[in-house]
């Protein structure tokens, strides 16, 4: 299977504490995405990370990527409520551009 | 720029009804996608068009679901008849090429059959 697996599947947390979150996948990538999801909204692209790079920030977001462990994560530090939503990974693989995701990680923030 | 639209943002229909689902890609994205998420599991690609043609439609589940792009415009996806297990969120991206860029999503349509 080339689903990603998404770790844990739901977390809550107080705003300001850091939240990580961890996909597995099983197969060789181009490259991993992250994409959050509010609640009845649509994916929202968070960042990107090429197979060739170990980890890439974005404001308060940290991505890294093991390729030897098939594997990545997702940090987002001081926390906000409004950081409140669903976020997958997602990656693409072989020669066609479809996105296989993971089935996702609830993250609730707690003011 | 506007992003990737889908309508109607909710449908109710039936079980044997059909439905009709609407995206309209960003401007000027030849590469449009379909997935759905049925409830609890993952997000699941459909099919990819690269602006009329189908480039990949290895995620359809089954003759029941068919999807156009006439024009290399606007896409539609239609199922019919719609069954029970058909209930679920389906979302269309876009992209403005391949190679793994950045595909943009819209909301999503929230489809229920009962």
């Known amino acids: 299977s080339q689903q990603g697996e998404e770790d844990p599947q739901a977390l809550s947390i107080q705003e300001g504490e850091n939240a990580t979150m961890n996909c597995s996948y099983k197969?060789?990538?181009?490259?991993l995405q992250w994409y959050r999801q509010n609640s009845g909204r649509g994916l929202v692209h968070l960042i990107l990370?090429?197979?060739?790079?170990r980890e890439k920030h974005s404001g308060r977001l940290r991505v890294t990527l093991d390729t030897s462990k098939k594997s990545s994560s997702l940090l987002i530090t001081a926390s906000r409520a409004a950081d409140t939503a669903s976020y997958f990974c997602?990656?693409?693989?072989?020669?066609?551009?479809?996105?296989?995701f993971g089935i996702g990680t609830k993250l609730q923030v707690i003011p | 720029e506007a992003g990737v639209t889908q309508f109607p943002s909710h449908s109710v229909i039936e079980k044997g009804q059909t439905v009709t689902l609407r995206c309209d890609p960003i401007?000027?994205?030849?590469?449009l996608y379909w997935y759905r998420r049925v409830m609890g599991k993952e997000i699941k690609f459909l099919l990819h068009?690269?602006?009329?043609?189908?480039?990949?439609e290895s995620g359809m589940p089954n003759n029941r679901f068919l999807a156009e792009r006439t024009g290399g415009t606007y896409s539609t996806l239609k199922v019919q008849p719609a069954e029970l297990e058909d209930s679920g969120v389906y979302f269309c991206?876009?992209?403005?090429?391949?190679?793994?860029?950045?595909?943009?999503f819209g909301p999503g349509t929230r489809l229920l059959v009962l």
């Open positions: 991206a876009s992209s403005q090429a391949a190679g793994g860029k950045t595909q943009y």
């Open positions: 197969t060789s990538i181009n490259n």
């Open positions: 990370i090429r197979s060739n790079e």
């Open positions: 997602a990656f693409y693989s072989g020669g066609y551009q479809k996105v296989t």
């Open positions: 401007s000027g994205h030849d590469n």
């Open positions: 068009f690269v602006k009329e043609s189908k480039q990949d």
